[in-house]
């Protein structure tokens, strides 16, 4: 008993409620009678004690205890004066139980037992109908109330699982709003572009125009060479550090309207700092050439002077990996570019949680077999729908002749596609430049047969995708692709080769092989 009620408990007869006994026995000459306590200062409130142990009420055991058991005496206790009203309705009970037979102790034994087995299964049946306390750890397991512990057993061994977990903790707060149309989309202005590339702050207008005009809440812009901007192939793979200043005044000129993925040379020394200082100023992404099979005049790749897993490029990835930051890899892993797929699966397999987007359907739109083997072996490898202004014309025509084998992919693959264009905003681009494109990409996703005016005179068959299937395309994927930590995501086997259509070369880590003796068109890197 605490200190409180130490300094409360007077003697017993001074608080004592009647009790049953009391009320069953007649009354004595000197007894003090019931009207008598009534006079008397009653115990002092939120002094609670149980009946069942005070003697006030018989307990489940005292109904089970056979007839001609003689309880011991149980000290009087104080009992609450709320209590009161309870107590006096039991004794009316029990004097009336008592009048009508012989057998007056068993009647109220059976009731008491009755009244506190009742009690018992109500808590019983509130405690299994309560849910229980879900977290996100626990999102998606079925709702299973907990065993209450009367019925408690040992839990069963743990059975070992292969599985690895597919997430980590959820780095934003984005809640999927699940499917709908391209006007809800519009509307609302939630769609997302992944890859874009721009000259300087004074062209982000004519992004934006477009954006509004198409419902595009926000642009992914790539870092961009001299070579990229201009095609001016002696300036070469230059320029980009200017470049990528310009993507972070354009992110702060137009907050949450635009993202900043710079780039940086393999062969900077300064690569992994630089890195880490434009994302501490607000870059959220990495464009990485290498991989890009551009081969110049003087039959030299210009943006791959060294192999995509070469060691210098191992701690950039591990940081990247560990800090969360998607790496946009354009990568052309076919046959004629020798040793490619062999890098690019070289650095998927090390850095199986870095999260890395392959543009342009992994540049397999014909080889499709490629791209699909690619996805069933690597769940962090994602790709986007764009061909760039360039191919968009080539590109279009293929989807058109095949759409029955796209939409098999997509649906295949739902939550790997994302939006995207791959145009490059520079100096003296009209107005209607980049609406044209937007539109051409969204009519091939969206219609059943449509025509743009950047193929004239021929109507394409579109992909005339479902609605869940499109928002994810032009909005969900993505922010569902930045919301959580990848945790422990292997490869799913072995990459086939046969699927790849390509040869595997013996390479040893980090080796990379001149380009091919072939006469090259000089066209920006379309693939296969």
Same mark, same amino acid.
């Given at each position: 008993?605490?200190?409180?009620?130490?300094?409360?408990? #007077?003697?017993?007869?001074?608080?004592?409620? &009647?009790?049953?006994k009391?009320?069953?026995?007649?009354?004595? &000459?000197?007894?003090?009678?019931? %009207?008598?306590?009534?006079?008397?200062?009653?115990?002092?409130?939120?002094?609670?004690e149980?009946?069942d142990?005070?003697?006030? =009420?018989?307990s489940?055991?005292?109904a089970?205890?056979?007839?001609n058991?003689?309880?011991?005496?149980?000290?009087?206790?104080?009992?609450?004066a709320?209590?009161?009203?309870t107590?006096?309705?039991?004794? #009316?009970?029990?004097?009336? $139980?008592?009048?009508?037979?012989?057998?007056?102790? @068993?009647?109220p034994?059976?009731v008491?037992?009755?009244?506190?087995?009742g009690?018992?299964?109500?808590?019983?049946?509130?405690?299994r109908? $309560?849910p229980?306390?879900?977290?996100?750890?626990?999102?998606?397991?079925?709702?299973?109330?907990?065993? +209450?512990a009367?019925?408690?057993?040992?839990?069963?061994?743990?059975?070992?699982?292969?599985?690895?977990?597919?997430?980590?903790?959820?780095?934003t707060?984005?809640?999927?709003?699940?499917?709908?149309?391209? $006007?809800?989309?519009?509307?609302?202005r939630?769609?997302?572009?992944?890859? %874009?590339?721009?000259?300087?702050?004074? %062209?982000? +207008?004519? *992004?934006?125009?477009?954006?509004?005009?198409?419902?595009?809440?926000?642009?992914?812009?790539?870092?961009s060479?001299?070579?990229?901007?201009?095609?001016? %192939?002696?300036?070469? *793979?230059?320029?980009y550090?200017?470049?990528?200043?310009?993507?972070?005044?354009? @992110?702060q000129?137009?907050?949450?309207?635009?993202?900043?993925w710079?780039?940086?040379?393999?062969?900077?020394?300064?690569?992994?700092a630089?890195?880490?200082?434009?994302?501490?100023?607000?870059?959220?992404?990495?464009?990485?050439?290498?991989?890009?099979?551009y081969?110049?005049?003087?039959?030299?790749?210009? *943006?791959? &002077?060294? =192999?995509?897993?070469?060691?210098?490029m191992?701690?950039?990835?591990?940081w990247?990996?560990?800090?969360?930051?998607?790496?946009v890899?354009?990568?052309?892993?076919?046959?004629?570019?020798?040793?490619?797929?062999?890098? *690019?699966?070289?650095?998927?397999?090390?850095?199986?949680?870095?999260?890395?987007?392959?543009?342009?359907?992994?540049?397999?739109?014909?080889?499709s077999?490629?791209l699909?083997?690619?996805?069933?072996?690597? +769940?962090?490898?994602?790709?986007?729908?764009s061909f760039?202004?360039?191919?968009?014309?080539?590109?279009?025509?293929?989807?058109?002749?095949? &759409?029955?084998?796209?939409?098999?992919?997509?649906?295949?693959?739902?939550?790997?596609?994302?939006?995207?264009?791959?145009? @490059?905003?520079?100096?003296?681009?009209?107005?209607?430049w980049?609406?044209?494109?937007?539109? $051409?990409?969204?009519d091939?996703?969206?219609?059943?047969?449509?025509?743009?005016?950047a193929? +004239?005179?021929?109507?394409?068959?579109?992909?005339?995708?479902?609605d869940?299937?499109l /928002?994810r395309i032009?909005?969900?994927?993505?922010? =569902?692709?930045?919301?959580?930590?990848?945790?422990?995501t292997?490869p799913?086997g072995?990459?086939?080769?046969?699927?790849?259509?390509? /040869?595997?070369?013996?390479?040893?880590?980090?080796?990379?092989?001149?380009? @091919?003796?072939?006469?090259?068109?000089?066209?920006?890197?379309?693939?296969?």
């Open positions: 008993m605490s200190k409180h009620h130490d300094d409360d408990h #007077r003697d017993p007869h001074d608080h004592k409620e &009647p009790s049953l009391d009320a069953l026995m007649p009354e004595k &000459p000197g007894m003090v009678t019931p %009207e008598a306590r009534k006079r008397r200062p009653g115990p002092r409130k939120n002094r609670r149980h009946r142990s005070s003697g006030d =009420a018989p489940l055991k005292d089970l205890l056979p007839e058991h003689v309880p011991k005496p149980v000290p009087a206790k104080a009992t609450h709320g209590d009161q009203k107590d006096e309705t039991l004794v #009316r009970d029990w004097r009336v $139980a008592a009048d009508t037979s012989n057998n007056s102790r @068993v009647i034994k059976i008491g037992a009755a009244i506190i087995l009690f018992a299964v109500v808590l019983t049946i509130g405690y109908g $309560a229980p306390v879900r977290g996100t750890a626990d999102a998606g397991k079925s709702n299973v109330a907990a065993t +209450p009367a019925e408690a057993k040992p839990p069963a061994p743990t059975e070992p699982t292969t599985a690895p977990a597919r997430h980590g903790e959820p780095l707060d984005w809640v999927d709003p699940g499917p709908m149309s391209l $006007a809800e989309m519009k509307e609302k939630l769609i997302v572009d992944v890859h %874009e590339h721009i000259e300087s702050l004074a %062209e982000a +207008p004519l *992004f934006l125009k477009a954006m509004d005009q198409f419902g595009i809440q926000t642009m992914c812009l790539m870092g060479s001299k070579f990229t901007l201009t095609l001016n %192939e002696p300036v070469g *793979f230059t320029g550090d200017e470049n990528n200043e310009e993507l972070l005044k354009i @992110v000129a137009y907050p949450g309207r635009f993202e900043a710079p780039t940086l040379s393999p062969e900077d020394p300064d690569k992994l630089k890195i880490q200082d434009l994302v501490r100023r607000g870059a959220t992404g990495v464009k990485l050439y290498t991989g890009h099979g081969v110049t005049k003087k039959h030299e790749y210009m *943006f791959h &002077p060294v =192999a995509m897993d070469d060691p210098a191992l701690p950039f990835y591990a990247c990996e560990e800090n969360y930051i998607p790496i890899l354009h990568v052309n892993p076919f046959g004629e570019k020798k040793g490619f797929a062999e890098e *690019f699966v070289a650095v998927l397999t090390q850095f199986p949680d870095m999260k890395v987007v392959a543009p342009h359907f992994i540049l397999s739109t014909v080889k077999n490629r699909q083997e690619l996805l069933d072996t690597f +769940p962090n490898l994602y790709t986007d729908v760039g202004d360039y191919f968009m014309k080539e590109r279009l025509l293929y989807i058109s002749k095949e &759409p029955d084998k796209f939409k098999r992919i997509f649906k295949k693959y739902p939550d790997r596609f994302m939006f995207a264009t791959d145009l @490059v905003m520079i100096k003296g681009r009209k107005d209607d980049a609406p044209v494109q937007f539109q $051409a990409y969204i091939m996703l969206t219609k059943e047969t449509y025509t743009s005016p193929i +004239p005179g021929v109507t394409l068959n579109g992909l005339n995708l479902p869940d299937l /928002s032009l909005f969900r994927n993505y922010h =569902a692709f930045r919301k959580y930590r990848p945790v422990n292997k799913q072995e990459i086939d080769w046969k699927r790849m259509s390509v /040869s595997p070369v013996e390479r040893k880590p980090g080796e990379a092989f001149p380009p @091919v003796p072939k006469v090259d068109t000089g066209a920006p890197d379309g693939g296969a």
